[in-house]
C-alpha cells in the first residue's frame, strides 16, 4: 500500500508544482499558459481518470471508505468541468488566470483530502493483494489514457 501510496503522492507533488507555476504566468503571455496548462492536462487527466477507473471503485464497495470515496469522485467532477472551462477561455483572458486559481485551489484541496481521508480509509479497508492489483491497473489505465490524449 504505501508504494501505491508513494506513486499517488509523486503525481499530486508534479501537479501541484505545475499549477504553481500556471498560477504566477500573465495574460501577457498566453503562449507559456497554454504550455503550463498542456503539461498539467497530460499530467493530471490520465491520473484522475486511472483512480476514478481502478482506486474509487475499490472503495466504494467498502462501508467506512464509501463516504470519502464520494466526495473525492465528486471533486474530481468538479476539476474535469472547471478544467473543461479553461480549456475553453483563451489563455490571454483576465478571466482564465480567475478560473485558474480557483482551479489550484480546488486541486490542492482535493490532494490534501485525499491523503488525510482517503489513504487512511483505504489502509483500513484494503488488503495487501488489493493494493498491489489496484496499482498494477492503475498504471496501466493512466499509461492508456496518456496515450489517448496525444
Known amino acids: 500500500m504505501d508504494q501505491f501510496f508513494q506513486l499517488l503522492r ?7 508544482g ?6 504566477e504566468t500573465k495574460e501577457s503571455a498566453p503562449k507559456k499558459r497554454e504550455e503550463l496548462f498542456k503539461k498539467l492536462r497530460e499530467a493530471l487527466v490520465p491520473h484522475m481518470k486511472a483512480e476514478e477507473n481502478t482506486f474509487y471503485p475499490a472503495l466504494l464497495v467498502k462501508k467506512e471508505a464509501r463516504e470519502d470515496a464520494l466526495e473525492g ?6 476539476s474535469d468541468m472547471v478544467l473543461k472551462e479553461l480549456e475553453e ?19 490542492e484541496h482535493h490532494i490534501k483530502d485525499e ?19 489496484i ?10 489514457i496518456k496515450k489517448s490524449l496525444k
Open 10 to 16: 509523486k503525481d499530486h507533488a508534479e501537479l501541484k
Open 18 to 23: 505545475i499549477l504553481g507555476q500556471l498560477k
Open 73 to 78: 469522485m465528486v471533486e474530481h467532477h468538479v
Open 89 to 107: 477561455i483563451g489563455k490571454g483572458e483576465e478571466e482564465w488566470g480567475a478560473r485558474m486559481g480557483v482551479f489550484k485551489e480546488l486541486v
Open 115 to 133: 491523503e488525510m481521508k482517503v489513504f487512511k480509509s483505504a489502509e483500513k479497508t484494503l488488503g495487501h493483494d488489493e493494493f498491489q492489483d
Open 135 to 144: 496499482m498494477k491497473r492503475f498504471e496501466q489505465e493512466k499509461q492508456k
